[in-house]
């Protein structure tokens, strides 16, 4: 038997099943919650497998099915917190080939966040339009340096300089 705890961070819905996902009512409740979220709309999902014990195949294809529905939506689903067990299943299968499994939570809401700031610049920029960012932390800022997004983004340190750069542009 399983829980599922679910908890949201903007627009990042996190789904932590914790036990043994073999296929079950614990498969199936897992299941339940993100064709719910699929059919609200959401476009963001964090599976947290960091409280799961165990996955068995029919659990895998509940994954790959909802990898699937999100990336058909233009959405990002990921794992986080997958352990060495579960990740040799990720591996022997070649599902290591789909999923990034060495995420930390942080991370891989870090990696949606990320991947939705890049489509909506690329969508303002196709239409010729602007982004810019304003007083970014210390941890964002490290961030977009190490992954060199620093470079794409016009950043500013504080909101007045943001806009003001959009009045000399």
């Known amino acids: 038997m399983t829980t599922l705890k679910t908890r949201q961070v903007g627009a990042i819905h996190i789904l932590t099943p914790k036990g043994y996902l073999t296929g079950g009512e614990e498969t199936e409740e897992l299941e339940r919650a993100i064709k719910h979220l699929v059919e609200e ?12 014990q165990h996955l068995n ?6 994954l790959i099915s909802a990898h699937s529905s999100y990336s058909r939506r233009g959405g990002q689903m990921k794992l986080a917190a ?6 040799n299943i ?27 700031l890049m ?25 977009f340096t190490m992954t060199k ?5 016009d950043h500013h340190d ?8 959009f009045a000399g542009a």
């Not at 963001?44 to 497998?49: D, G």
């Not at 504080?158 to 750069?165: P, V």
């Open 57 to 62: 195949s029919t659990a895998l294809g509940a």
């Open 41 to 52: 709309g959401n476009k963001h999902l964090v599976i947290n497998l960091s409280e799961t």
């Open 149 to 153: 997004l620093i470079m794409v983004f």
């Open 119 to 143: 489509r909506g610049y690329a969508s303002y920029k196709g239409r010729g339009g602007e982004i810019k960012l304003c007083a970014l932390g210390k941890r964002i800022k490290d961030l």
């Open 82 to 87: 997958v352990d060495k067990r579960i990740e």
């Open 90 to 116: 990720f591996v022997i299968t070649k599902l290591s080939l789909v999923f990034v499994l060495n995420l930390g939570e942080c991370e891989a809401l870090n990696s949606v966040a990320i991947g939705v």
């Open 158 to 165: 504080t909101e007045e300089q943001a806009i003001a750069a």
